[in-house]
């Protein structure tokens, strides 16, 4: 029920990133792909000879094939600013915090369950969203206190909007023809990429691929629209440890029905 709104609103955060990592060419761009990667024929031209498209979708072929990565960010949703902060330990497991509404919440994906535990803002701001009366979301926020709750991954909607588990179904290809255009090189937390934007609507996104090295995704942002928002890769294949939370901590969330 709550943590259902809440990775509903949390899957916003990321939505723009599988987009615009794939979106460009078409099929157009899968032959240059997939090949073997070399960012720059010198150092002066990276990717050179590469559209904007081809450029991207070397992006995401690298993205899709990570071990571990961390993902870090901000966006404004329905009017509300939050936050995430999440380290991917492999397909199915991942652990992050999320900041909504003023309140904090933590989350583990693992072993085919999803954990959620917040402080008292985050549960009331999650059940308001879910449309719950006041009294029901005291309720939840009292049983919940302290506690994690527990429930099969994949169980919702939402799940199946939520790709930060799985970096395959988090950059999956995209046959939108959206034109990328290239702009100028920038850094990224000391990492020299090459900026990538294209327009949707009154919103423009701006994707920073890594010219050194692999040509890993760093920055995705969106400026204009409704919901701006900043998200940031980083950890590509560093280790993450990662585990359930203790028994007596937990909440299985059949409970909250009874």
């Known amino acids: 029920m709550a943590d259902r709104t809440f990775l509903g609103v949390a899957a916003l955060c990321v939505t723009a ?3 615009l990592t794939a979106c460009g060419e078409g099929e157009k761009a899968d032959t240059k792909a ?4 070399s960012a720059s024929a010198s150092p002066a031209t990276p990717f050179e000879g590469l559209s904007p498209a081809e450029i ?5 072929l690298v993205m899709a094939k990570l071990r571990s990565l961390r993902v ?3 966006a404004t949703v329905e009017g509300k600013e939050m936050t995430v902060d999440v380290a991917v330990a492999g397909k199915g497991n991942c652990l992050g915090t999320f900041g ?3 309140g904090t919440g ?3 994906w693992y072993g085919g369950y999803t954990y959620t535990k917040g402080d008292k803002k985050f549960w009331q701001e999650s059940a308001a969203g879910a449309g719950v009366s006041s009294q029901q979301a005291d309720a939840v926020v009292g049983l919940l206190a302290g506690r994690w709750l527990r429930k099969p991954a994949g169980s919702t909607d939402a799940d199946d909007e939520f790709p930060f588990c799985d970096t395959t179904a988090m950059f999956t290809k995209d046959q939108s023809d959206s034109a990328l255009k290239r702009g100028a090189d920038t850094d990224v937390n000391g990492t020299r990429g090459v900026t990538l934007t294209g327009k949707d609507g009154a919103a423009t996104r701006t994707l920073v691929v ?3 090295g692999q040509p890993y995704d760093l920055r995705m942002s969106v400026e204009g629209g409704k919901e701006p928002q900043t998200v940031e890769f980083s950890g ?4 993450v440890t990662l585990a359930p939370p203790p028994t007596k901590n937990v909440i299985d969330m059949n409970k909250l029905h009874r």
């Open 106 to 108: 933590q989350v583990r």
């Open 56 to 60: 991207a979708e070397k992006s995401r």
């Open 72 to 74: 870090t960010g901000s």
């Open 100 to 102: 909504m509404g003023g």
């Open 236 to 239: 590509f294949n560093k280790p």
């Open 210 to 212: 890594a010219t050194d």
């Open 17 to 19: 990133v599988v987009t």
């Open 34 to 37: 997939a090949g073997a990667f």
